[in-house]
């Protein structure tokens, strides 16, 4: 059985798509007119901004628009931890670093019904999925 595993800060969804930017060394690259040479200086390990894109589940639309408003207020908090892990068991080690929270958009939020013999049920949940824009903090 598969262990996932993806949070932004206290939020768990049932995945995190897109491609993160952990923190990393940065080099400036210096050629000047009418010297020889190129230069190359590391300025120092940098955050990245990247996005992800989550999905996640909700008993209802009123659920799901709430926790969007709480996605919301994270903006305002201070960095948070990012997990995101596919891996085949709890052995294998976690994408982790730290991210803030730069802003968070709603891209699907919709109801979704429950299938009860051949008919559709109105006991159905939500579904919330958001693009966060975050940047990577370097520690």
Not at 29 to 41: I, L, N, P
Not at 49 to 69: K, M, P, V
Request: aromatic share 8%; with cysteine; proline share 3%.
């Amino acid at each position: 059985m598969a262990f996932t595993k993806h949070n932004i800060g206290d939020f768990d969804f049932i995945t995190l798509r897109g491609i993160w930017s952990p923190p990393a060394m940065v080099k400036v690259v210096d050629q000047r007119a009418g010297v020889d040479g190129t230069e190359v200086t590391k300025t120092g390990t940098r955050g990245r901004q990247f996005r992800l894109t989550s999905i996640r589940d909700a008993d209802n639309y009123a659920a799901a628009l709430e926790l969007y408003g709480d996605y919301m207020e994270s903006i305002d908090g201070d960095p948070v931890n990012l997990i995101m892990s596919d891996a085949e068991s709890e052995s294998a080690k976690p994408v982790a670093f730290k991210v803030d929270v730069l802003n968070v958009n709603a891209v699907e939020l919709r109801t979704v019904g429950q299938v009860a013999g051949n008919s559709l049920s109105d006991e159905g949940g939500a579904i919330l999925v958001c693009v966060w824009e975050l940047v990577a903090i370097a520690q």
